[in-house]
C-alpha cells in the first residue's frame, strides 16, 4: 500500500511514528520558509508541514509546486500541532514530511472541491467524478452505503432469503413504459427491463422460498421529473402464509429498524389510516403528518347565507393555520394568487382571521354573521391568532387545492422539520380506478392486488367500492413504500383480469405463467417495496434523489459525463434486426 | 402469521404443544382409519398424523382428498412418534391434527418435486417455480444467498463502500456485444447494458471513494455455452493506492474467507504462477492444479532419431499419467481417438508405457533406444507403472492439445475432486495479443490495464512482448476471478489507446469523459472482479452455474417459463423511432 495510514487515521497518540500518506491535494499555504499541505481522502484530511530548515530541496520545492487535487505520497513523522484545530479529528497533529512524491498532477478543477462549491449543477454532473470529492456528495453515497448494509442486516437476520431476479424479462402493453431490449439471438423480438420484479417474486413464493428480499435496480421509461430517474432502486420484498398485518408489523419493524440505527430515532409504533379518512382530513393518500391543520368541511355553516361563491360550490372547505391571523394583505394576496395557479385551479380564496383579542375579520364579512364565523372557527378547531383559510369548488379539485394550500402554509409556518419523522400506514385503498379515456377500470396498484375478503363478492356489481387488500407507508408525506397482500387463487386472478378489460387469450398471453403457477398450490402471500433512493434522501432530510445516486441522469435522461444515450453503428442495429424509423 | 411454528422447527421438546403449520403437502398415506400426510416447506418437512377415532369427520375426510402440493393448513398437538425417523430434524415428532385447511389445491405437478424428479431440463425451466421448490434446487439458491450474504460482510468489514453504478449506459464499438436499449426521450440513440462496470469503478477511484465493491448485474449478447448466461452477477471491487500484492492479498483473504465461513476448509496461502510457467507447464493459463501431471518438452530426446512425425514437429510435449501403464489397445485407441477430433486436432498418439517392472513398451520402440525411452521417462519424471502420452504438432496447437489431454487423463484417472480446491494466481500476462483478422493488436484484458512498470518504455517497439500487471484468481482450472492495477496516467492511456489503433477521435468519442479524469488527479489503483455464479457452483462442486440462478435463460437466451423474448406492439417500436429490418 501507498500509505501505512489514512488522512483521517492519525491522533496525537501516533505522535513520534515515522507515517506515510497517500491523497489529494486540498490546500497548500506557502509561507516562504514554511509550507503546509492539507491532505485529503475518503477518511479525513492530515495537515503536513515542509520546513525549509530541515528538508532537502527536492522535498520542499516539490511541495511549492503542489496544486490543489494533486496526488501525493508522503513520508515523515507524526509531531505535535502547536495551534490545534478541533474541527478535524486529525487537529492535534501534523505530518513533519521528509519525502514527497506526485503520484500525479493535476490542471485546476472546473469547479472548487468543497462542501459549498462554486460549479453549477450542470458542470458538476459533468464531472461527476470530481463532484464525489466534495465531502457533501462523498457523505451521501456513505449514507446511501449504510442503509444498504442495515437493510441487509435486518433482512437476513429475519431469515429472508435474498434472491436476483432477471433483468431482461418481457414487456406488457400494462407497462408502456417498459424500456426494450432487441434480441440478437431471437430477431424481431425483444426483452424488456423490469419495473419492478413483482411477478418473480409472487412465483419465488410459489416456489416455496417463504420470505424473500432484493435490493434491485428497476426501470421505468417516463418522463422525468426532479425527484425521478429512469433507473432506480427498490427494496422488495415477499413472505408467504401473512395477511396484512402480518405485513405491516415485519416493514414497520424494518424501518423501526433503520431508523433506529441510522439516526438513532425511535419513530415507536407507526399508526394505520384508512384511506378514505386521509384523503377527508388531508386531501392526499400521502397525508405529511409533520403538523395538524386538518382539513374542515364548513358547508354546513356557509350553505344558504346568500354568498353565491360558496352557495354553487360542491365542497367548501377551511384549514387552520397558527399564529398566522396578522398576516397582511400582501402576504394573503401572495397565497391568492398561489391557489389560482393553474396545478391547484382555485377561483379565489377566502380568508377569516381569528384575532388575539377573540375578534375576527374576513374577506366575506358582509355574508356571515359573527356567529358563523365564531361556527366557522369552532368547526375548524381555531385558537385565537389563527388565520382560517378556506376555499371552494368542485369537490374533488377543492380538496386536491386545499391539501396543496395545507402543505404551502405548512411550509410557510415552518411545519416542515427534517428532523422530525411522522410514519403513517395507508390502508383499504380502493381497488379499480374508472378511466374515461380508455373507458374502463384500471388497477389502482397493479392487478396482482387481492380485494379485502368481504369485498371479492361483489367485484363485478360494486366495482367501483371495492377495497384493496394494500397499504402504504407514507413519511412526511412522501410515499416510501407499497404493497399488498396477493391474490392467490387463479379464479379470482381471472375475474380481476376480466374487470380490467383484458380478453381471456390477452391475459394468457401476458400473464399465463402466472395463471398457470396458481394451478399448482400457490400459497396465501403478500408484500411490499420501498423506494431505496427516496429512503436515501429522506434519512439525510432532503428532498432531492439524485444526489444519492453516483451517477445519475438528468431530466432527459442523459448521462452528461458519459455522454449517453448515443447513435449506434448501422452494423450493430443490422445484427440486431432493427433500424431506426424514417 | 398462518402458522406458530415452521415445519422444520418442532423436536420431540415441543411435546404437547398446540401448534400451527401451513406448508405443502409432500406425501399422503392412507391406511383406512390413519392418514399421514408429508407438510414441507423451506425449513423441512413435518409428519403430520390424522385419525378417524380422534378426529372430526369433516377434518379427516379432507385429510384424505388431499393431493400432492395441495397448500394447507394445520392446528393439532405435537406428539412423539412410535417410529422414529433420524433422516428428519423433526423426525422424532408428528402433530396429531383437529383442524385443515385447504389453503389451495394443486392439479398433479408436470414431474415430482423430489429430489430425483423425473422431469427433464426443457419441462422443469418451464415450470422454474415448481423446480425450486425441489429441495436440492431449493439448496442451491440458499447456499447463493449465503454466499451473497458473506462476501457482503467481508467487503463491509474491510471498509470498502457499496457503490451502485448505472444500468443504462453507453455503447463501445469495442464491445460488439453490447446489449441495447432505444431512448424515447433521444430517439434515434440508445443506451446499452454494461458488459462491466469497469470505468465507473475507475472514476469512483478518481473521485477519491477509495475501496468499492458491488453484486452486480453484468450483461452479454454472445452466444450462449451451457456455462454461460446473458446476464450474470460479478463481485466488482477496485482499491486506491495499492499495487498488485495489495489487490492479491487483499482478495486472497477474501476467498479464504469464503472457503472457511461456507465450507471450512482453510486453503492456506494462494500460490502465485507466472503466465509463462504455467502455459510452459500446463499448456493453459487456468492450470487445473487438483493433481500434477505437468507437461515435459522431450523433443531434444526424440529430435534426429529417424521418426518423421517428430522430426517435423515444432513441438513434441508429454504427460505422465500414473499408475496406467496396464492401459489396454483399447484404451488407448479411444484416447487417440479423442485427440484427433477436430477441436483437438492432434494426428495421432504415441504412448510409452513404464511397466510395473521397469521395462518400456512404446508405439515407437523401432525408432527409439531403451536409452531414449529411458531418457523420456526421465524428462517426465514417470514413475514405474505409469503411462507416459505423447503429442507432437505445430506449437500453439501441440500445447493446447496436451493441456487438454491432461485434463481427460485427470478426469479418467479420479483427479478431478470435487471436494478438493487448489487456487493459484496467475500473473505477467501479456498486454497485447496480435488478431490477424482485423490485422491489430487486442488488449488481452482490456485496454485500461497497466504494463508492469518496467515494460512501459518499451510498449511501441517490443509491443508483443509487454506484460500486463494483470492478474488472474484460477480454482481447479476454472477461472474465478481477474483484474488489473489500472493505468492512471493519461498519456500513458494514450499510448495504449494508439497500440490498439484507435484515433485520437475515436478514443475521445468512447473514452474522453476517462481521459478527461485522467486530468484532475487520478490516484494509482487496481482491482478485480470475480463471476459470481461461477463461485456458486464452484463452492458446490458443480460445473454448471444454470441451477445456481433462480429465472436462468437457455442457451437460445430464452426465459421458457415466461416466454421472453417477444414480439412488441408497432406503436411502442414507432414511439421508440424504430423498427424491424424487413
Same mark, same amino acid.
Given at each position: 500500500?501507498?500509505?501505512?495510514?489514512?488522512?483521517?487515521?492519525?491522533?496525537?497518540?501516533?505522535?513520534?511514528?515515522?507515517?506515510?500518506?497517500?491523497?489529494?491535494?486540498?490546500?497548500?499555504?506557502?509561507?516562504?520558509?514554511?509550507?503546509?499541505?492539507?491532505?485529503?481522502?475518503?477518511?479525513?484530511?492530515?495537515?503536513?508541514?515542509?520546513?525549509?530548515?530541515?528538508?532537502?530541496?527536492?522535498?520542499?520545492?516539490?511541495?511549492?509546486?503542489?496544486?490543489?487535487?494533486?496526488?501525493?505520497?508522503?513520508?515523515?513523522?507524526?509531531?505535535?500541532?502547536?495551534?490545534?484545530?478541533?474541527?478535524?479529528?486529525?487537529?492535534?497533529?501534523?505530518?513533519?514530511?521528509?519525502?514527497?512524491?506526485?503520484?500525479?498532477?493535476?490542471?485546476?478543477?472546473?469547479?472548487?472541491?468543497?462542501?459549498?462549491?462554486?460549479?453549477?449543477?450542470?458542470?458538476?454532473?459533468?464531472?461527476?467524478?470530481?463532484?464525489?470529492?466534495?465531502?457533501?456528495?462523498?457523505?451521501?453515497?456513505?449514507?446511501?452505503?449504510?442503509?444498504?448494509?442495515?437493510?441487509?442486516?435486518?433482512?437476513?437476520?429475519?431469515?429472508?432469503?435474498?434472491?436476483?431476479?432477471?433483468?431482461?424479462?418481457?414487456?406488457?402493453?400494462?407497462?408502456?413504459?417498459?424500456?426494450?431490449?432487441?434480441?440478437?439471438?431471437?430477431?424481431?423480438?425483444?426483452?424488456?427491463?423490469?419495473?419492478?420484479?413483482?411477478?418473480?417474486?409472487?412465483?419465488?413464493?410459489?416456489?416455496?422460498?417463504?420470505?424473500?428480499?432484493?435490493?434491485?435496480?428497476?426501470?421505468?421509461?417516463?418522463?422525468?421529473?426532479?425527484?425521478?430517474?429512469?433507473?432506480?432502486?427498490?427494496?422488495?420484498?415477499?413472505?408467504?402464509?401473512?395477511?396484512?398485518?402480518?405485513?405491516?408489523?415485519?416493514?414497520?419493524?424494518?424501518?423501526?429498524?433503520?431508523?433506529?440505527?441510522?439516526?438513532?430515532?425511535?419513530?415507536?409504533?407507526?399508526?394505520?389510516?384508512?384511506?378514505?379518512?386521509?384523503?377527508?382530513?388531508?386531501?392526499?393518500?400521502?397525508?405529511?403528518?409533520?403538523? =395538524?391543520?386538518?382539513?374542515?368541511?364548513?358547508? *354546513? %355553516?356557509?350553505?344558504?347565507?346568500?354568498?353565491?361563491?360558496? $352557495? &354553487?360550490? /360542491? @365542497?367548501?372547505?377551511?384549514?387552520?393555520?397558527?399564529?398566522?391571523?396578522?398576516?397582511?394583505?400582501?402576504?394573503?394576496?401572495?397565497?391568492?394568487?398561489?391557489?389560482?395557479?393553474?396545478?391547484?385551479?382555485?377561483?379565489?380564496?377566502?380568508?377569516?382571521?381569528?384575532?388575539?383579542?377573540?375578534?375576527?375579520?374576513?374577506?366575506?364579512?358582509?355574508?356571515?354573521?359573527?356567529?358563523?364565523?365564531?361556527?366557522?372557527?369552532?368547526?375548524?378547531?381555531?385558537?385565537?391568532?389563527?388565520?382560517?383559510?378556506?376555499?371552494?369548488?368542485?369537490?374533488?379539485?377543492?380538496?386536491?387545492?386545499?391539501?396543496?394550500?395545507?402543505?404551502?402554509?405548512?411550509?410557510?409556518?415552518?411545519?416542515?422539520?427534517?428532523?422530525?419523522?411522522?410514519?403513517?400506514?395507508?390502508?383499504?385503498?380502493?381497488?379499480?380506478?374508472? =378511466?374515461?379515456?380508455?373507458?374502463?377500470?384500471? *388497477? %389502482?396498484?397493479?392487478?396482482?392486488?387481492?380485494?379485502?375478503? $368481504? &369485498?371479492? /363478492? @361483489?367485484?363485478?356489481?360494486?366495482?367501483?367500492?371495492?377495497?384493496?387488500?394494500?397499504?402504504?407507508?407514507?413519511?412526511?408525506?412522501?410515499?416510501?413504500?407499497?404493497?399488498?397482500?396477493?391474490?392467490?387463487?387463479?379464479?379470482?386472478?381471472?375475474?380481476?383480469?376480466?374487470?380490467?378489460?383484458?380478453?381471456?387469450?390477452?391475459?394468457?398471453?401476458?400473464?399465463?405463467?402466472?395463471?398457470?403457477?396458481?394451478?399448482?398450490?400457490?400459497?396465501?402471500?403478500?408484500?411490499?417495496?420501498?423506494?431505496?433512493?427516496?429512503?436515501?434522501?429522506?434519512?439525510?432530510?432532503?428532498?432531492?434523489?439524485?444526489?444519492?445516486?453516483?451517477?445519475?441522469?438528468?431530466?432527459?435522461?442523459?448521462?452528461?459525463?458519459?455522454?449517453?444515450?448515443?447513435?449506434?453503428?448501422?452494423?450493430?442495429?443490422?445484427?440486431?434486426?432493427?433500424?431506426?424509423?424514417?
Amino acid at each position: 500500500m501507498l500509505r501505512s495510514h489514512t488522512c483521517g487515521e492519525l491522533r496525537l497518540s501516533d505522535k513520534g511514528k515515522k507515517v506515510q500518506l497517500s491523497g489529494w491535494v486540498q490546500k497548500v499555504r506557502d509561507k516562504g520558509k514554511l509550507v503546509w499541505i492539507d491532505i485529503r481522502d475518503r477518511y479525513g484530511i492530515t495537515q503536513l508541514i515542509f520546513e525549509e530548515e530541515n528538508t532537502s530541496n527536492d522535498v520542499f520545492n516539490t511541495a511549492k509546486k503542489c496544486g490543489r487535487e494533486f496526488v501525493i505520497f508522503v513520508e515523515g513523522n507524526v509531531s505535535e500541532r502547536s495551534s490545534k484545530n478541533d474541527k478535524l479529528n486529525t487537529g492535534e497533529i501534523e505530518v513533519l514530511v521528509d519525502k514527497i512524491i506526485v503520484l500525479n498532477e493535476s490542471e485546476v478543477p472546473p469547479f472548487t472541491i468543497e462542501e459549498d462549491s462554486d460549479g453549477g449543477d450542470d458542470l458538476r454532473m459533468k464531472y461527476r467524478y470530481l463532484d464525489i470529492r466534495r465531502s457533501n456528495v462523498k457523505d451521501k453515497l456513505l449514507l446511501r452505503h449504510k442503509l444498504l448494509k442495515t437493510t441487509r442486516d435486518f433482512f437476513n437476520n429475519a431469515d429472508f432469503i435474498e434472491v436476483e431476479t432477471p433483468v431482461l424479462i418481457k414487456s406488457t402493453p400494462e407497462g408502456a413504459r417498459d424500456f426494450i431490449v432487441p434480441s440478437r439471438m431471437n430477431q424481431g423480438q425483444f426483452y424488456a427491463l423490469p419495473q419492478s420484479p413483482q411477478t418473480f417474486k409472487q412465483l419465488l413464493m410459489v416456489g416455496g422460498l417463504d420470505k424473500y428480499y432484493q435490493l434491485v435496480k428497476c426501470f421505468r421509461d417516463e418522463d422525468l421529473r426532479s425527484d425521478r430517474q429512469p433507473e432506480f432502486t427498490q427494496i422488495d420484498c415477499e413472505m408467504s402464509f401473512v395477511d396484512r398485518s402480518d405485513v405491516i408489523q415485519t416493514f414497520g419493524n424494518f424501518m423501526s429498524h433503520l431508523f433506529k440505527k441510522i439516526l438513532n430515532i425511535d419513530i415507536g409504533e407507526i399508526p394505520i389510516m384508512k384511506y378514505d379518512d386521509a384523503m377527508k382530513m388531508y386531501g392526499s393518500d400521502k397525508p405529511d403528518l409533520r403538523f =395538524d391543520m386538518k382539513i374542515c368541511d364548513i358547508s *354546513s %355553516v356557509t350553505q344558504g347565507k346568500g354568498f353565491k361563491v360558496f $352557495d &354553487d360550490a /360542491e @365542497s367548501v372547505l377551511a384549514i387552520s393555520v397558527p399564529g398566522c391571523s396578522n398576516y397582511s394583505r400582501k402576504d394573503i394576496d401572495e397565497i391568492t394568487e398561489y391557489v389560482k395557479t393553474p396545478q391547484i385551479g382555485s377561483k379565489g380564496l377566502v380568508y377569516l382571521k381569528v384575532n388575539e383579542d377573540g375578534t375576527f375579520k374576513s374577506s366575506v364579512d358582509k355574508f356571515y354573521s359573527s356567529d358563523d364565523l365564531k361556527s366557522i372557527s369552532k368547526l375548524c378547531k381555531a385558537n385565537q391568532g389563527d388565520l382560517i383559510l378556506i376555499l371552494a369548488g368542485e369537490e374533488n379539485q377543492n380538496l386536491k387545492a386545499i391539501s396543496e394550500l395545507r402543505l404551502l402554509m405548512g411550509k410557510k409556518t415552518n411545519l416542515f422539520d427534517n428532523k422530525i419523522f411522522k410514519p403513517v400506514w395507508i390502508v383499504d385503498f380502493p381497488l379499480f380506478i374508472w =378511466d374515461s379515456e380508455s373507458d374502463r377500470y384500471h *388497477s %389502482v396498484h397493479h392487478p396482482f392486488t387481492s380485494p379485502l375478503t $368481504d &369485498d371479492i /363478492e @361483489s367485484i363485478k356489481n360494486d366495482t367501483r367500492n371495492i377495497k384493496a387488500n394494500a397499504y402504504d407507508l407514507v413519511i412526511n408525506g412522501v410515499e416510501i413504500g407499497g404493497g399488498s397482500i396477493r391474490i392467490h387463487d387463479r379464479k379470482l386472478q381471472e375475474t380481476i383480469f376480466e374487470v380490467l378489460g383484458f380478453s381471456k387469450e390477452e391475459a394468457k398471453n401476458q400473464f399465463g405463467f402466472l395463471l398457470d403457477a396458481f394451478r399448482f398450490g400457490t400459497p396465501p402471500h403478500g408484500g411490499i417495496a420501498f423506494g431505496f433512493d427516496r429512503i436515501c434522501s429522506l434519512f439525510a432530510g432532503e428532498e432531492s434523489i439524485k444526489d444519492f445516486i453516483a451517477f445519475p441522469k438528468n431530466t432527459s435522461g442523459r448521462d452528461v459525463m458519459i455522454d449517453s444515450p448515443s447513435i449506434i453503428d448501422n452494423d450493430q442495429l443490422d445484427e440486431l434486426g432493427i433500424k431506426l424509423s424514417d
